[in-house]
């Protein structure tokens, strides 16, 4: 999970042709709220979550894992869900036993 004091919340959810865009507001402690956009493929929720969680439930973990994982001092922008494979290689394994064991 992200940080503790940190907040991650799904605002909005549009359906795309290719699967959904989100609208996500994040919180770091006491910092100022900073906003982003998630892009996540049906492919990858499916690979995720076998369908089994709701989209902004993956949309979430994904977030969070992204800013556990990202270096001190980084800012997150506009991702699309997939870039996460390859900025980590575990982040597959590791977002699948997050979302199973919060099911």
Not at 60 to 88: H, N, P, Q, Y
């Amino acid at each position: 999970m992200a940080n503790q004091d940190t907040s991650v919340i799904i605002e909005t959810e549009i359906d795309t042709p290719g699967g959904w865009e989100f609208g996500v507001r994040i919180t770091p402690g006491s910092a100022e709220a900073s906003t982003l956009t998630l892009r996540m493929s049906w492919a990858d929720f499916e690979h995720w979550s076998g369908g089994a969680t709701p989209p902004s439930v993956v949309a979430r973990a994904v977030v969070e894992l992204a800013m556990e994982r990202k270096s001190a001092g980084a800012r997150l922008g506009d991702f699309d869900a997939a870039m996460l494979r390859r900025w980590f290689p575990d982040a597959d394994e590791t977002l699948i036993l997050r979302l199973r064991r919060s099911a």
